[in-house]
């Protein structure tokens, strides 16, 4: 038995097909045969039932499945153990966070963390911030970066970064000559929503008054194709100031303040209360946090 023959058994379990696990590894079907049969010649006992194309955890499976998890944990926990003992952060950091973080808040913080410990490497889990939390809390990823607020007893934390959603209109539209606008006058635009996620969750909320006369005229999945169809002059958005900051310095966009009232988007840093993080988790813990309090007193300095 070896640590590869597990991944793929819990593969194959967790997807339920032997193609689609295949994939997945890479690795062809063949190979991922023989490696189940290796398994079974080993425990002496069927572990997969296969039906057709669907494949199910026999009785000896279901007891295997669980040790093979553990098994897998414990060897990353070891490998991380011996890792640690370097004076140096070094091994592997596992990270969540939603795409728009991904592409507009990470990538500085990657970049000095990278520069500082460039023996670590990074995984990055993209999904969105209830998934994360997911993965945090069944001890999948070491850290999150998620939209607040978060309600979970078992996790840390970390306030990091607020920002202010403005509205986003083309240069071209008549709007973009107000330096703020009220939300009855955006009400009368063609609408770009995003499909799904915090900030649609914030714009159903704040245009409730006036839905039978909201025109959405596209929802969109990612915040990159948001601000193309705003900038070709397809319609008008609510989005984070800092994702269209590039946008707005190359004259694609303006971004303009709402009058009548304040909407944010903060983002915290989490992880589990009881779990013993890693030397690399804990560096990158310190350095987001420190950035988050350097920028917080630059802000407060700049609005004196």
């Not at 890479?26 to 997969?48: D, H, M, N, T, W």
């Not at 991904?102 to 990538?107: N, T």
């Not at 990091?160 to 000559?177: E, G, H, K, T, Y």
Request: with cysteine; aromatic share 8%.
């Amino acid at each position: 038995m070896d640590f590869e023959q597990l991944t793929t058994f819990l593969e194959v379990a967790k997807l339920g097909n032997f193609s689609r696990a295949g994939q997945k590894l890479f690795r062809s079907q063949p190979a991922v045969s023989a490696q189940i049969r290796q398994l079974e010649q080993e425990y002496g006992e069927k572990l997969l039932d296969r039906a057709g194309k669907a494949v199910r955890l026999t009785p000896a499976g279901e007891v295997l499945f669980e040790y093979a998890g553990r098994l897998l944990t414990l060897r990353s926990e070891s490998l991380r153990a011996v890792a640690d003992q370097a004076s140096t952060p070094r091994g592997s950091l596992a990270i969540g966070a939603n795409e728009a973080t991904c592409l507009y808040v990470l990538p500085d913080v990657f970049a000095e963390y990278h520069r500082l410990y460039p023996q670590v490497q990074i995984s990055v889990y993209r999904n969105f911030s209830h998934k994360v939390l997911q993965k945090v809390e069944d001890g999948s990823i070491d850290v999150g970066i998620v939209t607040l607020p978060v309600k979970s007893p078992s996790l840390k934390v970390h306030p990091i970064f607020r920002d202010r959603l403005m509205l986003m209109v083309s240069p071209q539209n008549p709007l973009a000559r107000h330096k703020t606008v009220r939300t009855s006058e955006i009400a009368e635009q063609p609408l770009i929503f995003p499909k799904t996620g915090f900030t649609r969750q914030l714009l159903d909320k704040h245009f409730r008054a006036y839905r039978s006369r909201l025109r959405v005229t596209m929802e969109l999945p990612s915040v990159g194709m948001i601000k193309r169809f705003v900038a070709a002059g397809l319609g008008v958005s609510l989005i984070s100031a800092s994702f269209a900051r590039d946008e707005v310095r190359a004259g694609e966009v303006k971004l303009i303040g709402l009058a009548d009232v304040e909407l944010w988007r903060e983002l915290g840093l989490v992880y589990r209360r009881d779990r013993s993080l890693p030397r690399v988790a804990n560096a990158f813990i310190a350095l987001i946090r420190q950035r988050a309090t350097v920028e917080s007193d630059a802000r407060r300095t700049h609005h004196r």
